[in-house]
């Protein structure tokens, strides 16, 4: 049988090109199914980080203290600088961190130092006054750990903190954000085991005082625990920004804690017990409101909470830790609530709640209420917004 080589030659190449033709098929439908979802892409998500941030720094040249509300922007801002790699961003960062010595509270006498409420510079133990060194850390690891008295004054204070018999230093929800991914990241700097030991030790006090294991929920604090509080209807007031500081907390924890951690599995499952109870009390426009199960208590939008637990949602996403088609629909309604409502037209973030500790019947929170916690809040939910949309292409 006269055998035609070329015929059969024809026949392989035509099967790749079809096979090829196929697969990107296959690719440009994932993509445009995720852009579908959204409406946007992941160079429209940059162009909002760069809308939003933009504004904030333009408005704000002076740099303030490292307290925390302040603190909070500088965790967004890195995240944004490290999805854009604009320089201006980390400079942005470096110089807040320089003008506050790298420092959060400033006392050098230890016998003075306090970790109860407190806004002077006694207060080196306040978990407020520790968020700072989330940047610090990032900006020396960003730079190739080159300058370790970037991480001298976060190290003296922790490593102090840690030395002492006291393990009730996180008494208040938003404290879980402030500094456990402050423990993390030095653990990852420094190799010491202690900084997880402590981080865990710490936490489970937390958890005996705030904890609410029928909800799956954290109080703000033990003045807020139910029944001694309730809501305006008699319900159990959980504060949405207070546990949008603990979803997103663990976030990062799990994000740096080493895959071979004892405790990783139980930080896994809080955050993914987290993630199911605040499914079911998204708003149907998308955002949560101030007292999560009681929405007639401080009823309308509310962004620092939403934008907290809608980077939580996408993180956990992105990560594999949580399974999205069973959280898409949180994702899609909160993104569109923080795109189209609270984002507004000269990239400033509204509806973000004053600071406080709870959900206050009658407060006002409109367009016109922004804050640089806010915009932190914002910049890390956007920036794994962009990552999602990237891991679609």
């Known amino acids: 049988m006269f055998f035609n080589e070329s015929k059969y030659r024809f026949r392989f190449i035509f099967s790749i090109v079809l096979i090829h033709v196929f697969l990107l098929g296959c690719k440009t439908a994932q993509r445009t199914k995720g852009q579908e979802s959204f409406g946007q892409t992941k160079e429209d998500i940059k162009s909002i980080v760069y809308k939003v941030n933009g504004y904030w720094q333009k408005t704000h040249p002076n740099h303030g203290n490292s307290f925390w509300h302040v603190a909070a922007y500088h965790t967004g801002n890195i995240e944004a600088y490290k999805i854009t790699a604009d ?4 400079e942005y960062s470096k110089a807040w961190a320089e003008k506050n010595e790298y420092k959060g509270a400033k006392s050098d006498n230890k016998s003075e130092w306090k970790y109860n409420y407190g806004e002077t510079d006694d207060h080196v133990l306040f978990g407020d006054w520790q968020i700072a060194f989330q940047t610090y850390i990032d900006i020396f690891t960003l730079e190739g750990k080159k300058d370790p008295e970037k991480i001298k004054r976060a190290r003296e204070v922790m490593e102090y903190q840690m030395s002492t018999s006291a393990n009730d230093y996180w008494w208040w929800a938003d404290g879980l954000y402030m500094v456990m991914p402050v423990m993390t990241k030095l653990y990852n700097v420094t190799g010491n085991e202690l900084y997880l030991e402590k981080l865990n030790e710490y936490l489970n006090y937390a958890n005996s005082i705030m904890y609410d294991s029928e909800a799956q929920l954290y109080f703000r604090d033990a003045k807020y625990v139910y029944p001694k509080h309730k809501s305006a209807n008699g319900k159990k007031d959980f504060w949405a920004r207070g546990n949008g500081w603990v979803f997103a907390g663990l976030a990062k924890v799990i994000q740096d804690l080493p895959k071979k951690s004892k405790y990783r599995e139980e930080y896994i499952t809080r955050f993914k017990t987290m993630a199911n109870a605040l499914k079911a009390a998204q708003q149907p426009e998308g955002y949560w ?22 980077y939580g949602y996408l993180w956990g996403v992105n990560n594999g830790i949580l399974d999205e088609k069973k959280y898409l629909s949180v994702i899609e309604n909160s993104w569109k609530y923080l795109s189209k409502v609270a984002l507004q037209e000269d990239g400033e973030i509204g509806y973000v709640q004053p600071i406080g500790e709870r959900a206050i019947p009658g407060q006002v929170v409109d367009v016109n209420s922004t804050a640089d916690f806010g915009v932190g809040a914002y910049l890390l939910a956007a920036s794994e917004m962009y990552r999602y949309l990237k891991s679609k292409e």
């Open 87 to 90: 320089e201006d961003y980390l």
């Open 289 to 310: 409101t101030r007292s999560i199960l009681d929405p007639e208590h401080a009823p309308g939008f509310e962004t620092s909470g939403t934008a907290f637990f809608a």
